[in-house]
């Protein structure tokens, strides 16, 4: 168990420094602070949706209104948000608690996430489509600021990633309740044996996941400056994928925060290297699958070996 | 950071230097790489779209005009890849991005990044707001209302029309279907006695139209937004009905029943659309601002107009199944720009 989890970290960091290598080589202007903050900053959102993901995935669920979640908040920053800040935060807020009201829901009702979660996108996607029908809007001043930060030493999208990363790692492994949610993936009877009230905790779990979404559409907006009602659809997917490339698994508890944030990094720097290796297009999804094929059999291999020993 | 206000400066050097020389003796832009990002070529127009810019990217490379005219079409047609898509297109080091884009504000994050490293972003056809970019914009409006016009000029003493409009919800769709309603103000000896959803295909529109048509008086004529006049055409055959004056949208197929209507009885019509070799001259505007003349941000792209004269000349030069498209020459860009001044 101690190689296994040790080769858990290691794996998504081999990972992620032999593309980081390959890109460099491909393309050395991208070996800057100016390159690696085009590389990386819209790896930010995608790290911070890919959080959301994991609080779902931690507690054996998985979210499938992610991405249609994270254009609603979107949708809300560059809009309400925009021009009247309380009713906007105020907004963003009744969206994390409709977030932990699902979960409650699933836990309550015993309900497959699966299945609440798909019917949810349709939902936050009529909203978005609501407030804004055709794309447009703007990001607030404060937002874009923070997004196009130039800090020292290391461009915004690698200081945020790592602040990411240490403040979840922080929440999940660190803290108690972190300890606790993480316990309700791994075995939720004994959990509640020990008088933990699951249904509070399932909630907090999507509580969190709204949270982070909501983080993941703030940041988005900051990025792109407007919004549309499509705009995060594909982070659904790449949630997912990030979770499961940075070592977690789809049952069990068994999640890394800072795995999981590399493997966001990992999935946009795949897509910017094929990008560079001006691979058709038609071939590039495959591509993508592919490289995600290989890290897993990867860890595969791994663990077994680990098992082993 | 290094490169940024280097390529900041090559770029303001190049604009000084174009400023002082406007119009005689423009920079040389043989050393110059210019990319096109795209997000969609999963229909015809898109695929010719790329089509005339690999022809004449190829042709342009050849003859020294540029150094590289590489395209890039995002897999998923969405706008954070694309968005993602021009940062890469930065750090490759292009000096002008081409863009026909998923969102007119999602990419103006990026956009605007590329301006402030001293890249030549123009937008066509799906165009960006972000203000540093170069438009090339369509003016559907006034397609729909010039159809109104060759309507006119047919009939002066006007009669019912039939509107086909496009997919609902679409900003296209609302202009095209705007420029008609003014024309039809215009005209008050037409009037607009039904209107359908084609959704620019021809069977949806034969579907709608075909539905519609017995509730409707007498119609004279058709006006559409192109891909469904073949599919009226054929439910006004198959409802025993005499055919209207239909205005085309430079499809094959709408361009092949034109051709076979006009050899059996002499019709007579007008088809217009956009050519997707829009994309070419996207390409010479963008040279043109690498070359350092001063070009407006916006442009308007002149329609592809299909008269009785021409049909038989681009009737052959389309392949089946495709649409008729123009490859714009260094000269058509000059004109649009001075058009524009």
Not at chain 1, 6 to 15: A, F, G
Not at chain 1, 108 to 116: D, G, H, R, T, W
Not at chain 1, 190 to 211: E, I, N, P, T
Not at chain 1, 261 to 269: F, M, N, R
């Amino acid at each position: 168990m101690n190689t296994l989890s040790r080769y858990r970290i290691i794996l998504p960091v081999v990972s992620l420094v032999v593309l980081l290598a390959a890109t460099f080589w491909m393309q050395p202007r991208a070996m800057s602070y100016f390159g690696l903050n085009l590389l990386f900053n819209l790896a930010v959102p995608i790290a911070l949706a890919t959080m959301a993901q994991m609080m779902i995935i931690m507690v054996n669920d998985i979210d499938l209104s992610l991405g249609a979640f994270v254009s609603l908040v979107a949708c809300i920053t560059a809009t309400y948000l925009l021009d009247t800040p309380v009713l906007g935060l105020a907004m963003l807020v009744a969206l994390i608690l409709a977030y932990a009201a699902m979960g409650a829901m699933i836990h309550a009702l015993e309900l497959p996430a699966i299945v609440v979660t798909l019917g949810m996108s349709f939902v936050w996607g009529g909203f978005a489509l609501f407030i804004l029908p055709s794309p447009g809007g703007a990001s607030p001043d404060w937002l874009r600021a923070l997004m196009t930060v130039k800090p020292p030493f290391a461009p915004m999208a690698v200081v945020a990633s790592i602040l990411i990363a240490v403040v979840t790692h922080l929440l999940i492994i660190r803290s108690a309740l972190g300890t606790v949610l993480r316990g309700v993936g791994g075995n939720t009877r004994s959990v509640a044996r020990a008088g933990w009230s699951v249904l509070k905790l399932k909630a907090c779990a999507y509580g969190l996941a709204g949270f982070f979404g909501v983080l993941a559409g703030m940041a988005l907006v900051g990025l792109t400056t407007s919004a549309d009602a499509n705009i995060a659809l594909r982070y659904t997917l790449l949630s997912i994928a990030g979770v499961i490339l940075g070592g977690g698994e789809f049952v069990g508890g068994k999640v890394s925060p800072v795995g999981a944030v590399i493997g966001a990094l990992t999935l946009t720097l795949a897509a910017s290297f094929l990008s560079f290796l001006r691979l058709s297009p038609d071939w590039q999804i495959g591509a993508q699958g592919a490289i995600l094929i290989l890290v897993l059999t990867a860890r595969l291999i791994f663990s077994r070996k680990g098992a082993e020993t | 950071m290094k490169i940024s206000t280097m390529l900041i400066g090559v770029a303001s050097l190049a604009l000084c230097a174009g400023g002082a020389l406007a119009g005689s003796h423009l920079a040389n832009t043989a050393d110059k790489r210019i990319a096109l990002s795209n997000n969609y070529a999963g229909n015809s127009w898109r695929q010719a779209m790329l089509q005339s810019w690999e022809e004449m990217g190829a042709a342009a490379v050849a003859d020294g005009v540029v150094a590289a005219a590489d395209a890039y079409t995002t897999s998923e047609s969405q706008a954070t890849e694309q968005a993602a898509q021009i940062q890469n297109l930065i750090l490759q080091g292009y000096d002008a991005i081409v863009i026909n884009a998923a969102s007119p504000t999602a990419l103006n994050g990026a956009v605007k990044e590329a301006c402030d490293a001293g890249v030549v972003v123009v937008s066509f056809d799906g165009i960006v707001t972000e203000p540093c970019a170069w438009r090339i914009a369509v003016d559907f409006k006034a397609m729909g209302k010039s159809e109104v016009e060759y309507l006119a000029t047919r009939l002066p003493d006007g009669g019912n029309l039939l509107e086909i409009r496009g997919l609902a919800g679409v900003f296209v769709d609302d202009e095209i279907s705007a420029g008609i309603h003014e024309g039809v103000a215009e005209n008050d000896q037409f009037e607009i006695v039904g209107s359908v959803h084609g959704d620019w295909a021809q069977d949806v529109a034969q579907k709608a139209v075909a539905g519609i048509l017995p509730s409707l008086p007498e119609i004279v004529g058709v006006v559409t937004q192109g891909g469904d006049g073949y599919g009226a055409a054929q439910a006004f055959k198959a409802a025993g009905r005499p055919t209207p004056l239909i205005v085309l949208g430079n499809r094959q197929d709408e361009m092949q029943w034109w051709a076979d209507q006009r050899d059996a009885n002499g019709y007579e019509t007008l088809s217009l659309s956009i050519a997707p070799g829009v994309s070419t001259l996207a390409f010479w505007v963008a040279q043109q601002v690498l070359a350092g003349d001063e070009v407006p941000k916006d442009l308007t792209v002149p329609f592809l107009k299909i008269t009785q004269d021409t049909l038989d000349e681009t009737l052959a030069s389309t392949p089946e199944g495709s649409v008729a498209n123009v490859t714009y020459s260094l000269e058509d860009a000059q004109q649009v720009i001075a058009g524009a001044k």
